[in-house]
């Protein structure tokens, strides 16, 4: 296990111990041991170091009294900054971009994510190929001081296209993957189903949530996702059918979590990922109601799905970890609800909040559907909710609770 020191700038922000002690848990999730932490309060970083020299310097000796192997920097750094910092302090430093990207990678399972996170992996390396010692790719200089320096530059710059041909062939891999999803997102459009993302921070409870939905309104042979008390413990988004017994339908998708910060290059590397947000129909943003810094968490995400542009969409707050805490759950108040995810009678009453919303435009209507289009009858009591059905020499009198979709396509034996 690799032995760290972390460090932070404090630009006077509110939130500054919090971001610290999240950056800490980030850590732990790639599986570092944190031997000991020195924060520095300023006003704006120093361009060339982001900690000033002084400050520097007295990391530098923390890190060799505690025998640490690296620095990891809780901002995230110009390759400049990058390199003097680490000439300063001795050992290689990662800045959080570097942590967060690392932790995806460890957690990537399918061959989406896989090549999602390596492609935002190797972005972020290219204006650092000769900076963080950490960096598995900063082993292309030419030697040491008496080496020649433009055989180096020339394998920089070999190097160099090597990573840009790399992140190239891995986008058009992507691409012929991403070709798949959107043959299966106009499938879902087709369907009519209403589309239910479940957004929020990371490790707040929406693959809990997910399943327990799944359990109670899922299909017998659907599979559960992953569930991991950790950091990014989904990064593709899945997508299931729920029935109701009325047979109303929805589809619900558990999605990749946010936090505060999160890098560039992993917003534009799960484009793909996030489109489903963009698609749905309702959010529910999942918090974990149970943590001290859940308001913040809250903010963040609110601001990546700003930055991805779906802040616009419906959504609902569903106050997770109610058991944890005092209160009284599951309970709902306007668009707010407090409920527990282990708890089925919290998730039966999210499901009914989810049709309220969902199904309110369902109309009522009654059909006379001859014998020779007896398949519409069988299309009704399967996808419709059906309130009572009488057979006349005419045909099967039937009348039930239908979607936009059913009503416009059921039009002509509309009576």
Known sequence: ???????????????????????????QAAQMQVSGQITQTADHPVAGTYLGSGKAAEIATAIRANQADALLVNAELSPTQLRNLEALVKVPVIDRTELILEIFSRRAQTKRAQLQVEIARLKYQLPRLRVSGFNKLDQQSSGGQGANRGAGEKQHELTKRALQKRITQLTHQLQELETEQKTQSKARRKSGLPLVALVGYTNAGKSTTFNGLLQLFGQKSAQPVLVKNQLFATLDTSIRRLTFADNKSLLLSDTVGFISQLPTELLAAFKTTLETVLEADLLVQVVDFSHPGYEKMIAATQKTLHEIKADSIPMIYAYNQADKLSVTYPTIEGDQLTYSAIDQNSLKLLANLLKQKLFKNYQKVAYLIPFTAGKYVEELNAQANVLKTDYTQDGAFITAEVSLLQAKKLERFKI
């Open 1 to 27: 296990m690799t032995k760290i020191f972390i460090t932070g700038l404090n630009l006077k922000d509110e939130n500054f111990e919090y971001s610290m002690a999240e950056f800490k848990n980030l850590a």
